[in-house]
């Protein structure tokens, strides 16, 4: 082998490096970036499902406020058109069992059998996604200075 083709062979092997290095680059740094937007993109819904969670709990609690606040206080005025609201939004996204147990726990007639505050902390465990502490005797409410015990 002479000079020349030593050299043609090496600069070959270099270009060949060449290649190959700037490939293995751009699939690393394509790698990563995927990686990182997956992990973006998981972070992001996490955040939107939180949010829908607070957008859920905050109709739940106005819907408990108006028909327990008007058992309460039967002269308190309230705006049935927002409450039958709250209550099929609460049958279209809530599961049946806790959809029952809430409509059971509304009922003026199931004597005590379904405390109210025993149904909404299962509804927080399942809009939460994980088990409490709490028990439906740390929920707290005002009272009208009247209301029936």
């Not at 790698?31 to 973006?40: F, G, P, Q, T, V």
């Amino acid at each position: 082998m002479n000079f020349l083709e030593t050299t043609l062979e090496i600069s070959i092997i270099t270009i060949l490096l060449g290649a190959l290095q700037f490939l293995l680059s751009n699939w690393i740094k394509s790698h990563l970036e995927n990686s990182i937007k997956h992990e973006y993109d998981k972070l992001a819904e996490e955040y939107r499902y939180d949010i829908r969670i607070r957008e859920q709990a905050s109709k739940i609690a106005e819907y408990l406020s108006i028909t327990v606040g008007e058992r309460m206080d039967p002269n308190m005025k309230i705006d049935r058109v927002k409450a039958n609201q709250l209550a099929w939004e609460l049958v279209l996204w809530l599961p049946d069992d806790l959809y029952l147990e809430l409509k059971d726990a509304l009922n003026p007639k199931n004597n005590g059998k379904n405390n109210v505050f025993k149904v909404l902390i299962k509804i927080r465990e399942f809009l939460r996604k994980e088990k409490t502490s709490l028990t439906d005797e740390d929920i707290f409410f005002n009272k009208p200075p009247d209301a029936k015990k």
